[in-house]
Each structure stands twice: as structure tokens, then as C-alpha cells.
């Protein structure tokens, strides 16, 4: 089963409550929240209070890909706030496997993100503790970046590597690119773009949906 992403990043802010009903009366399956700190890339975006505002406004569930140097830190306040999937990246400061532990604590579902140019041997020996990996196919801090089509195969690798849980693939996502992802195994999209500068999210989600499908729309 595909399930569509929209990312909040690339939203209206002044018109938050109504972006965020849009994209849920418009079918959206979850909520992805990207939190940057200005220091593991190079922008910043929103914190704990945000996600927590959020969480009052939508039934959806929300994913917080946390793009910050010490995830471990952060991850409870995160999980306070209403964060139901929780990923850090393998590049980030802090011990995975602690940050793991915490999120199970937490009872939040747990997500590693790698970024294109990290070998996929460093989340190998964590798989078995992950609900999902989150495959950039850009490097994070923007959105509306180009799709990087050399990630594709890390895709199939994941599996060959015996990995059964979700493949969420995030960055450049589109009508395009979408089938070529979903083909490939991933089953969460992200998009933030494709989605939230599109007139009519309903319109932008089934696309997706259906390209992802290999259905024409
Ligand atoms: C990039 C973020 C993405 C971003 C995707 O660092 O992690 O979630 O919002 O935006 P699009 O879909 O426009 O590439
Ligand atoms: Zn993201």
C-alpha cells in the first residue's frame, strides 16, 4: 500500500489550520513535519511547539523527520508534542541505537533517514529495530529540490537486505517520480511541492496516488 506524504515545509504559514485541512479533506495519509536546526543543515524551520499546535488542528498522524545534530535530545519533546513517527538521520551526532531505545520508550514508531551519499551499510545492523527508513533522494534543508535518481537502487538494496518495514522516500517527488519509487519498493511519499503548491491538493494527492500506482490520472 502507497501512502502520500505532504510536507508541511512547503506551506502557506500564514494560513496553517486551512493548509493542514486541505491536505487531509484531500486525502493525504499522513502529515511529514521537517524539523531543521540551522546546524545539521544549513536552514531552520520549527521546533516541538509547532508540532504540538499541529497535533491540536488534524486527526492525521504525524512524522517528524527531525534534521538535527543531536536527535537524542529532542526526541522526548517530539514525542510530547504528538510526533506518532519519529526519524533521525544516520549522519546525525548521537549513538543510534540510543536514539532507538528512546523512541521505543516513547512508544513513537522509529525511522532512520540516510542521505544520498551515505553508504546503507550504516543503518544495516539497526534494521531490525526500525519501523521505517527514510531515503533521501535529495540532500535535506530545502524544499523543491530536483530528484536524485542515482538513490533509486538503495531502495531495492533494502530489501535485499531483508528489510520488511516502511521505505519512505522524500525529496523531488512528483507525478514523475513517484512510480519510479513505488516500483522500486518504497511505500511512504513524501511531498511538499507536488502537493502544497498545487491549487487543488485533492487533484495534487490522487495523482500521486495514481502515478504511484501505475494508474494513469
Ligand atoms: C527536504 C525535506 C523534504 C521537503 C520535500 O529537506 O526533508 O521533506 O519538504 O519537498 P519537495 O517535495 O518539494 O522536494
Ligand atoms: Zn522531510
Same mark, same amino acid.
Given at each position: 500500500?502507497?501512502?502520500?506524504?505532504?510536507?508541511?515545509?512547503s506551506?502557506?504559514?500564514?494560513? =496553517?489550520?486551512?493548509?493542514?485541512?486541505?491536505?487531509?479533506?484531500?486525502?493525504?495519509?499522513?502529515?511529514?513535519?521537517?524539523?531543521?536546526?540551522?546546524?545539521?543543515?544549513?536552514?531552520?524551520?520549527?521546533?516541538?511547539?509547532?508540532?504540538?499546535?499541529?497535533?491540536?488542528?488534524?486527526?492525521?498522524?504525524?512524522?517528524?523527520?527531525?534534521?538535527?545534530?543531536?536527535?537524542?535530545?529532542?526526541?522526548?519533546?517530539?514525542?510530547?508534542?504528538?510526533?506518532?513517527w519519529i526519524?533521525?538521520?544516520?549522519?546525525?551526532?548521537?549513538?543510534?541505537?540510543?536514539?532507538?531505545?528512546?523512541?521505543?520508550?516513547?512508544?513513537?514508531?522509529?525511522?532512520i533517514?540516510?542521505?544520498?551519499?551515505?553508504?546503507?551499510?550504516?543503518?544495516?545492523p =539497526?534494521?531490525?529495530?526500525?519501523?521505517?527508513?527514510?531515503?533521501?533522494?535529495?540532500?535535506?534543508?530545502?524544499?523543491?529540490?530536483?530528484?536524485?535518481?542515482?538513490?533509486?537502487?538503495?531502495?531495492?538494496?533494502?530489501?535485499?537486505l531483508?528489510?520488511?518495514?516502511?521505505?519512505?522516500?522524500?525529496g523531488?517527488?512528483?507525478?514523475?517520480?513517484?512510480? =519510479?519509487?513505488?516500483?522500486?519498493?518504497?511505500?511512504?511519499l513524501?511531498?511538499?511541492?507536488?502537493?502544497?503548491?498545487?491549487?487543488?491538493r485533492?487533484?495534487?494527492?490522487?495523482?500521486?496516488?495514481?502515478?504511484?500506482s501505475?494508474?494513469?490520472?
Open positions: 500500500m502507497i501512502r502520500i506524504l505532504p510536507s508541511l515545509l506551506a502557506d504559514f500564514t494560513q =496553517l489550520a486551512s493548509e493542514i485541512a486541505s491536505v487531509e479533506q484531500g486525502g493525504a495519509d499522513l502529515l511529514h513535519l521537517d524539523v531543521m536546526d540551522g546546524h545539521f543543515v544549513p536552514n531552520l524551520t520549527f521546533g516541538p511547539p509547532l508540532v504540538e499546535s499541529v497535533n491540536k488542528c488534524t486527526a492525521l498522524e504525524l512524522d517528524c523527520h527531525l534534521m538535527i545534530s543531536h536527535p537524542l535530545r529532542y526526541v522526548d519533546a517530539f514525542a510530547k508534542a504528538g510526533a506518532d526519524s533521525f538521520h544516520v549522519e546525525a551526532e548521537d549513538d543510534p541505537g540510543k536514539v532507538i531505545d528512546a523512541l521505543e520508550r516513547l512508544g513513537v514508531k522509529a525511522g533517514a540516510i542521505n544520498p551519499d551515505t553508504t546503507l551499510y550504516r543503518v544495516k =539497526l534494521l531490525p529495530r526500525l519501523q521505517m527508513v527514510l531515503v533521501m533522494s535529495v540532500f535535506p534543508g530545502f524544499g523543491g529540490q530536483k530528484f536524485i535518481p542515482e538513490v533509486l537502487p538503495r531502495i531495492k538494496e533494502l530489501r535485499n531483508g528489510f520488511t518495514g516502511e521505505i519512505e522516500v522524500d523531488g517527488i512528483d507525478a514523475r517520480t513517484a512510480p =519510479l519509487v513505488a516500483e522500486a519498493g518504497a511505500t511512504m513524501v511531498a511538499g511541492s507536488a502537493v502544497f503548491r498545487q491549487q487543488d485533492s487533484a495534487a494527492i490522487a495523482g500521486l496516488r495514481a502515478a504511484a501505475g494508474v494513469r490520472s
